[in-house]
């Protein structure tokens, strides 16, 4: 195991609340006052429903599991009682924003292919997980998925990517970790793996090509890609 670890990319992919492999709100919306609005709420719904949810110290809590996905409503909900039945219906549909991205089966079974080992760190709900499980064709394929939920960690922390590294023997020089916000990149590069800001796929790819060639990590079929 140990052997093979050494010898593959330890390619640490995050799907997070959208942008790489899956898309998120922030994919459908510009923001989440945007989404509101689309669920026909005013201007004083929108407020205290973003105020009790999303801007809410909850929703990262419930990133990290402290709770079951029925507790955390009833939390929202009583940040703004009077919505109980649209904080509800969110709660229950959010999943409906999260899609494949049209690359990501193609990009990681390329990856596969060429002998890589490809992760998952994500910061992710277990309400979110339990209504989007089915479409993340992807997971199968992966060495290892950490969410964090299931231990109770979350991105930024370094704890979370020595978290991988310890349970699937990677070395943190070998590894790669992509990601779409900034504060995550700089938590792998607190641990020494090396980070990768996720700005669009062709750049995110030729950027991993980059460092791989730049790195000698051996690869097979290596394409000539800037």
């Known amino acids: 195991i140990r052997a093979n670890s050494v010898q593959a990319l330890r ?8 942008g790489i492999l899956i898309t998120g709100r922030e994919y ?10 689309r669920l026909g709420l005013d201007e004083k719904a929108k407020a205290a429903i973003n105020q009790a949810m999303f801007q809410n110290k909850l929703w990262d809590e419930s990133d990290q599991g402290l709770g079951t996905p029925e507790e955390f409503l009833q939390k929202f909900i009583a940040g703004a009682p009077e919505y109980a039945e649209e904080i509800t219906k969110i709660h229950q549909t959010v999943g409906e924003t999260v899609e ?19 992760y998952i760190i994500s910061n992710y709900a277990e309400n979110m997980y339990n209504q989007t499980k089915d479409k993340l064709a992807f ?3 992966m060495d290892d998925v950490v969410m964090s939920y299931t ?11 020595n978290y991988l590294c310890d349970e699937n ?8 970790f992509i990601d779409d916000r900034q504060e995550n990149v700089n938590g792998a590069e607190v641990v020494g793996i090396h980070g990768i800001l996720f700005k669009d796929y062709e750049t995110a790819k030729q950027e991993l090509n980059k460092f791989l060639r730049d790195s000698n990590i051996l690869c097979k079929n290596f394409p000539n890609e800037g």
């Open 11 to 18: 390619d640490m992919v995050d799907r997070a609340q959208g």
């Open 28 to 37: 459908f919306f510009n923001s989440d006052e945007e989404m509101l609005s």
């Open 139 to 141: 997971l199968p394929l």
């Open 151 to 161: 231990i109770k960690k979350m991105k930024p922390d370094p704890a979370i990517y």
């Open 169 to 176: 023997w990677l070395e943190p020089e070998e590894s790669v």
């Open 100 to 118: 494949l991205m049209p690359y990501a089966m193609e990009w990681i079974l390329d990856l596969k292919a060429r002998g890589y080992h490809v």
